[in-house]
């Protein structure tokens, strides 16, 4: 079982539908990041946090440290925001485990 | 502008062959690290550095190496590639511990 864990895997929406992705974690974690890849392959840190919550524009991330689950939430979602999201925990010395991400696709 | 480069983008070479990906920072950042992506798998860590003379191994270790002998350059190593080293390669950078990573272009592996 990967000590990380998100869901759905992949998930195709259409525009100004609510969004939620999910992440699981099964190790202690000083920090929990969202990231954004887009298909041209640039990775892009969206979130980091130990937690409650946080929110940039669009985007809302949450995190409850004791049932090790955090969520990223896009409202009014649009094409542009279709990319790969992933899911990382920052367990000890500093070392980043990464989940294998969410695949979105918005679609008009 | 805050800027994590990495050469070459794009490499085909043969197995055996030694190779260096460079990786080069200019926000005078403490950790640096080196990760690979591979479909299905995800991102997993190669090595990464707390500081200048200061290197550790990371999940998938095996056939790399690294040096970090300037603060703003984590140069990535493959002595003699394989063919299972092909994958999308990534540096990463952060100011210390608690901060978030700030991710390289990426370098595109192939070996033959």
């Known amino acids: 079982k990967n000590e990380v864990e998100q869901s759905p895997q992949n998930l195709t929406a259409q525009e100004g539908e609510f969004i939620t992705i999910n992440c699981s974690y099964s190790v202690g974690i000083s920090a929990l990041h969202w990231l954004q890849q887009h298909p041209g392959g640039g990775i892009v840190s969206l979130f980091m946090?130990?937690?409650g919550k946080k929110k940039h524009g669009r985007l809302i991330a949450t995190i409850n440290i004791q049932e090790k689950h955090s969520s990223l939430h896009i409202t009014a979602s649009h094409p542009r925001d279709s990319a790969v999201y992933i899911c990382a925990v920052t367990g000890t010395a500093s070392k980043l485990t990464f989940g294998t991400g969410t695949r979105l696709q918005v679609t008009l | 502008e805050a800027q994590v480069t990495q050469n070459p983008r794009y490499l085909i070479t043969v197995t055996g062959k030694k190779l260096t990906v460079t990786c080069s920072q200019n926000?005078?950042?403490?950790?640096m690290s080196w990760y690979r992506q591979d479909p299905g798998l995800g991102l997993r860590q190669i090595y990464y550095s707390m500081n200048v003379e200061v290197t550790d191994k990371g999940d998938v270790p095996e056939g790399y190496k690294v040096s970090r002998k300037e603060k703003r350059n984590f140069p990535l190593i493959l002595e003699s590639p394989s063919p299972n080293q092909t994958s999308l390669y990534f540096c990463?950078?952060?100011?210390?511990?608690?901060?978030?990573?700030?991710f390289g272009p990426g370098t595109r592996l192939t070996v033959t």
């Open positions: 990463a950078t952060k100011r210390g511990y608690s901060y978030e990573q700030y």
């Open positions: 926000m005078n950042h403490e950790y």
């Open positions: 946090l130990s937690s």
